[in-house]
């Protein structure tokens, strides 16, 4: 089995004070990672240890599929984050997306107002649906992989991705995730790559 977690694209303090050193470690080295240990000893022994894990998650189902899309979900969370990020996105494609979808402002309350509505543990998205940008939530380890969709951007909202910084206040975590956190050049590259 070659599964392996992504290094992080950036150091552990890089993105401070918007996210704190003690929260991108623990959910780094205990969840992110700890969904990738879980994963392999599922998957010891049998034949979808040899495929992707984009396969693996399209094929699977109960543990296996949650602690696979975890492990995907958590790598693209990292990615869509930079140290210094946020802020209303560039122009061109990725501006278009967002202008597609009302604007910044409408986006940017869209996306934080999809991430507090979500009950209990999931994920906020942009995607590319239908060759249109839509913001949607999804439960759980659930991923837009399993649809047509693709996704351009997530933002985690479990408790473990926002807690020690922001206590319950999921949104003040949409808030500074968006305006401080994003790569909009990882999402230009996921756009791109989606066409």
């Not at 694209?9 to 205990?30: G, I, N, Q, V, W």
């Not at 913001?135 to 693709?150: F, K, Q, R, S, Y």
């Not at 910084?165 to 808030?175: I, T």
Request: aromatic share 12%; with cysteine.
């Amino acid at each position: 089995m070659n599964f392996e977690v992504a290094p992080l694209p950036y150091a552990k303090d890089a993105l401070e004070p918007a996210m704190s050193r003690e929260t991108l470690e623990f959910h780094y080295e205990k969840h992110h990672k700890g969904y990738m240990t879980k994963l392999k000893s599922l998957l010891e022994g049998k034949p979808e240890a040899s495929g992707s894990l984009v396969d693996v998650i399209r094929s699977s189902s109960g543990a296996v599929f949650n602690n696979a899309a975890q492990v995907w979900n958590h790598t693209f969370f990292w990615e869509g984050m930079k140290p210094s990020g946020g802020g209303a996105p560039p122009s061109g494609d990725v501006g278009d997306v967002i202008a597609g979808l009302g604007g910044w402002e409408k986006f940017r309350g869209a996306f934080i107002a999809a991430g507090v509505a979500r009950f209990g543990s999931g994920y906020a998205w942009l995607v590319l649906d239908g060759g249109k940008g839509k913001i949607i939530d999804t439960p759980n380890a659930e991923t837009p992989l399993t649809t047509g969709a693709v996704p351009l951007l997530t933002c985690d909202v479990w408790e473990h991705a926002y807690y020690l910084d922001h206590r319950n206040n999921r949104q003040a975590f949409l808030e500074v995730f968006l305006d401080k956190l994003v790569s909009w050049d990882a999402v230009a590259r996921n756009l791109r790559a989606a066409k």
